[in-house]
């Protein structure tokens, strides 16, 4: 199963944009990038995915590399609510039948400072 | 609210014991997975059932059972409960469980065995 890397901790001001990086240097041709996150004492939460393209949602943006060895989350205005451990996890499209077993990294805890 | 639940919210049992996890859905998801999340662990994939079939397998002990039910509903069984089965347990729910679908994860059931 291809793995991701990323930072165990980040620090942001609030307010100020944060960039949580992931490198995924064996992703596959057929690999989804996905991002969730986890707050504290909650279960984790969707964020935002893609293949190829950069993506935009109400919560955050998605920069992946021309690559695709790595990927970006854009977190474009830091609230203390963002304060949580971000996951960036890889989901195979390919195969019969699109299922997989989902491996979650340790993700990076993001701390966002008043 | 993520529209997943999860009972009980706490369950405190003995070692040796046995105990049942139940989940329910979001409401037109067919799809269902597992985790468990301890401090050493992280969060770990267990098992993913789509419309009442497993699909997919994590590291799920042999101790552990799953089945979704035909309204859905999932249950997780732990028998034959030790220390180190102390952990959160998510329940995750997807419309159709491919790899591209975005899961919305449960409130959580924390399970303590003394």
């Known amino acids: 199963d291809a793995k991701t890397t990323q930072p165990n901790s980040m620090e942001s001001n609030e307010e100020e944009p944060v960039h949580l990086p992931c490198n995924h240097s064996t992703i596959s041709g057929t690999d989804y990038i996905h991002w969730y996150r986890q707050l504290p004492s909650q279960g984790p939460e969707y964020v935002i995915h893609g293949l190829t393209s950069n993506v935009n949602n109400r919560m955050a943006s998605l920069a992946i590399a021309e690559d695709r060895k790595s990927s970006t989350l854009i977190l474009h205005r830091a609230t203390l609510r963002d304060a949580a451990v971000y996951y960036c996890i890889l989901r195979d499209v390919g195969g019969k039948t699109s299922y997989d077993k989902v491996i979650f990294g340790p993700g990076t805890s993001l701390s966002v400072i008043p | 609210d993520s529209g997943v639940t999860q009972t009980p919210k706490h369950l405190i049992t003995a070692t040796g014991q046995r105990v049942t996890l139940r989940c329910s859905p979001r409401s037109g998801d067919l799809s269902v997975y597992w985790y468990q999340q301890s401090l050493d662990q992280g969060l770990q994939f267990l098992i993913q059932?789509?419309?009442?079939?497993?699909?997919a397998k994590g590291n799920i002990l042999e101790r552990f059972s799953a089945q979704q039910f035909p309204d859905l509903h999932s249950e997780l069984n732990l028998s034959s409960l030790e220390l180190g089965d102390s952990a959160l347990y998510f329940c995750?729910?997807?419309?159709?469980?491919?790899?591209?679908?975005?899961?919305?994860f449960g409130p959580g059931t924390r399970l303590t065995v003394l």
């Open positions: 995750a729910s997807s419309v159709r469980g491919q790899t591209y679908n975005e899961q919305f």
């Open positions: 059932y789509y419309n009442g079939e497993e699909r």
